[in-house]
């Protein structure tokens, strides 16, 4: 079953000819006819033009085209709605932006296609990457393939439903405080975020420009690097991406870790980390540890901070950010010709509960007056949790912990409760914040059957040793080989 494989076990058959990129990419069509009216991963996607692509990489194939010089050549891999797609939609899970169709394709697109990517699908999300379990979506909340009564985490819960329930043989995501970690750990999949810098953001639609990064969900790890080394590197049209080689990732798989120092945060033995999940993670430490690596405790003083800083930075961005949808330029329109009234009718009616929750509160930390005693005093904060970080990672190499406090929860349980939903992100955050990055990758199960994750956090541009850890506990562990029954 084509749709089943990873990017490596696939290029290779299509190599030797064992498959075709076109029935492959049936073969995922096929899944997601069968299992998405359960799940919700898509928002939509165009059947038609997936095999036309198909259908191009086939005969590439046939030309002598190699995997070589096109690592991704006929491998379905499909997108967040919050990347532009020439030529597709692009609602970044919200309503206001109606039919709008992208003019303009994102870097990490150009560069998948340029790799031989069949690039397919809309993935549904958190509106505006807003939130931590795909609630949030304007359209219908995606559920997770381990249990359909339970969220898939987010925002890029599609992103890791269509991976994990193997709908798509990879996928991308956008992670501002969690946003491709948490859900791929929910789901039983690899989410691997950047550092900041490492891939260019042209092309994602911002939430908060100084914390989003794309990244790729994955089967696994060496399908993460394999992504990771073709999306990164720097972009002329995003200045916030940094001209630094990209090294080469799959060759950091079989990275030696013997040498490497693995630290443990005390402030992350909290209330609220569920025995199950911690229990899991624990075993995973210690798997690692017996892979040669040294274990030892290491302090992060302002954790308790984080979440406090993270939602005033990024709902002030954010304010700005989506300030840009106005009913002048993009989407729907709603009101009378007046200007004032058309914009704040269209606001009011295009965008849903949460984003106006957090625009409000991001005009607010930015209003004169509190100015001084939000935004600066959070920007403040952000730069000791950098700095915990940068001194920790003088004594180890890799920063273990839970992804997130728990397994996924039922739809509806937080949904009503902004706070304990923020709190969900309490481990994902201050990577974002310290702009380092962080991958994770299943290590357990609850006794109720849900993927338990394990986050690894990594210096700034540190993705080798990052995946080199991730790879040598996969090498040992099979979590990442299983595979929910969707029904
Ligand atoms: N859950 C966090 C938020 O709601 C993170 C979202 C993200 O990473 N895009 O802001």
């Known amino acids: 079953m084509p749709h089943t494989l990873t990017i490596h076990e696939l290029t290779a058959k299509l190599a030797a000819k064992e498959l075709t990129a ?12 069968a299992v998405d009216s359960k799940l919700n991963a898509f928002v ?11 259908e191009a990489a086939d005969q590439a194939l046939a030309d002598g085209v190699c ?65 931590s379990s795909t609630e949030n979506s304007a359209f219908k909340p995606a559920r997770n393939p381990w249990d359909t009564d339970r969220i898939p985490g987010g925002s890029s819960g599609g992103s890791a439903v269509a991976v994990a329930a ?49 990244g790729p969900l994955t089967k696994d790890t060496r399908d993460a690097a394999t992504m990771l080394k073709i999306i990164g590197g720097h972009d002329m049209r995003d200045s916030t991406s940094v001209p630094r080689e990209v090294p080469d990732y799959i060759e950091a798989l079989d990275g030696d870790i013997k040498s490497l120092k693995i630290g443990l945060p005390k402030e992350y033995q909290m209330a609220g980390l ?8 624990d075993a995973a430490v210690l798997r690692i540890e017996e ?23 990024a709902t002030a961005e954010a304010s700005a950010n989506l300030a840009r949808f106005d009913g002048v330029r993009y989407g729907q329109r709603f009101g009378s010709a007046d200007p004032i009234e058309m914009n704040r009718d269209t606001r009011g009616a295009g965008f849903g509960e949460e984003v106006k929750r957090r625009i409000i509160l991001g005009t607010y930390v930015l209003s004169s007056g509190y100015y001084d005693a939000y935004y600066i005093r959070a920007q403040k904060v952000r730069t000791l949790i950098r700095e915990d970080f940068l001194k920790a990672f003088e004594e180890v190499d890799i920063i273990a912990s ?11 349980e937080k949904v009503d409760d902004p706070l304990q939903m923020y709190l969900s992100d309490i481990y994902t955050i201050s990577a974002n914040l310290a702009s380092i990055c962080g991958i994770s990758i299943p290590c357990g199960f609850t006794s109720g059957n849900l993927p338990i994750g394990l986050q690894l956090l990594g210096r700034p541009f540190g993705e080798e040793q990052l995946l080199s850890v991730a790879h040598a506990y996969e090498q040992a562990t099979d979590w990442h080989t299983r595979r929910p029954t969707v029904n």
């Open 22 to 33: 076109c029935e492959t990419t049936r073969s995922c069509l096929d899944r997601i006819t």
């Open 44 to 54: 939509s996607y165009d059947a038609e033009d997936a095999i036309a692509q198909a």
């Open 67 to 131: 995997h070589k010089d096109k690592p991704l050549l006929g491998v379905p891999i499909a997108i967040k709605d919050v990347i532009a797609v020439k030529n597709q939609p692009l609602s970044c899970g919200s309503k206001i932006l109606g039919d709008f169709n992208s003019p303009y394709e994102a870097t990490v697109i150009r560069k998948l296609r340029d790799a031989g990517a069949i690039i397919f699908g809309r993935l549904n999300m958190d509106e505006f990457a807003m939130g």
């Open 166 to 214: 193997d709908e798509s043989i990879a996928s991308l995501g956008s992670d501002t405080g969690g946003s491709i970690r948490q859900p791929a750990s929910l789901c039983g999949c690899v989410g691997l975020k950047p550092t900041y810098g490492r891939v260019s953001r042209f092309g994602l639609v911002a939430y908060a420009s100084s914390l989003d990064q794309i």
């Open 274 to 281: 569920d025995p199950e999940v911690k229990s899991s993670v």
């Open 291 to 313: 892979l040669g690596a040294e274990v030892r405790e290491i302090s992060l003083p302002h954790t308790e901070y984080a979440i406090a800083a993270y939602y005033i930075i």
């Open 402 to 412: 839970p992804t997130s406090p728990t397994a996924a929860f039922k739809i509806g």
